[in-house]
């Protein structure tokens, strides 16, 4: 039987339709959690995410966010707390690519990149944390990655953003520290979503060529790292950056 470690707890879970997000709502929904899974365009992917979570039994609803609008985010935090009544849980987790080389990057990939993967947690963030303060109580968990770490060729927009989570999520947690609330950073290596679909055949067997574990990670090993760090004993961890890479960045 699966332990309820999130009773009364409610999650937002932005980019929580597909990949990574839909691994870490229905792995907190299974703990207990009442879940608000944002998502962005993909409303079909939405919709039967939100009909398999409710055959399911799990309590949540989604909500169509672009994390790239200050405003889009405010209303959605204040239909989340309307509709649920608090928010205990925020996971950053939308997230997106568009890769080349510095060379080659139009200041439109530059901007949309820093964007929807930086700038959206600093908006959510802020959007979220008057109602953790007043609760004093809150767990932030940002999904940055392990090229915030080691950097990447074709991804300097990525990359920067993912290593300003780091910096931000450091801030935030010192920020916080007194007041129930930790903040923290999972940084995966590659993980088996829509987003690795796109890679070249070539540069994947490259890439795994140099993962120690010679596979890409699946969305549910990221997303029991990210329960961990949502639960209340979890009350001493703060600040801190979780690799899940199989190894490839040590
Ligand atoms: P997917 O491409 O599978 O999913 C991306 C999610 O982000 C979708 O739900 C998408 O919603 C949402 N999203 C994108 N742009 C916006 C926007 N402007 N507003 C709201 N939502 C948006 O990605 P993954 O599951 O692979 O990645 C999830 C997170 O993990 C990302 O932050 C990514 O950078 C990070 N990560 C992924 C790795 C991997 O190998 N896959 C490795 C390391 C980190 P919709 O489809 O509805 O538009």
Redesign the pocket.
């Known amino acids: 039987m699966t332990r309820i470690l999130f009773k009364d707890r409610v999650a937002l879970v ?9 691994a870490i709502c229905t792995h907190l929904a299974e703990h207990g959690a009442r879940i608000a899974c ?6 079909k ?2 919709e039967a995410y939100e009909q398999e979570f409710s055959q399911k039994g799990y309590q949540g609803k989604v909500y169509q ?4 609008e200050p405003e889009q985010i405010v209303a959605t935090v204040e239909q989340v707390v309307q509709d649920f009544g608090r928010i205990d849980i925020l996971v ?6 568009s890769d080349k080389t510095v060379l080659k990057m139009e200041t439109a990939d530059w901007q949309k990149v820093l ?3 930086l700038s ?1 947690c600093f908006y959510l963030s802020k959007a979220v944390l008057p109602h953790m303060l007043k609760q004093k109580y809150g767990r932030i968990i940002n ?5 915030g770490l080691s950097g990447n060729i074709g991804q300097a927009n ?1 990359a920067s953003a ?1 290593a300003g989570l780091f910096g931000f999520t450091k801030t935030l947690a010192l920020e916080t520290a007194r007041k129930g609330i930790t903040v923290n950073a999972v ?10 679909e796109k890679i070249p055949p070539e540069i994947i067997q490259k890439t795994l060529d140099q993962i120690p574990m010679r596979r ?2 699946e ?1 549910h090993e ?1 997303s029991r790292v990210v329960v961990f760090l949502a639960q209340e004993d979890s009350s001493y961890i703060t600040g801190q950056i979780y690799g899940i890479n199989g190894g490839l960045y040590m």
């Open positions: 932005t980019g929580g339709n597909k990949g990574i997000g839909k944002g998502y962005g365009r993909d409303r992917a939405a966010c672009d994390v790239t950053n987790n939308a997230g997106i690519t964007r929807t993967n959206s999904i940055s990655s392990v090229i990525y993912k940084a995966p290596g590659f993980v088996r979503t829509e987003m690795t890409f990670a969305p990221i």
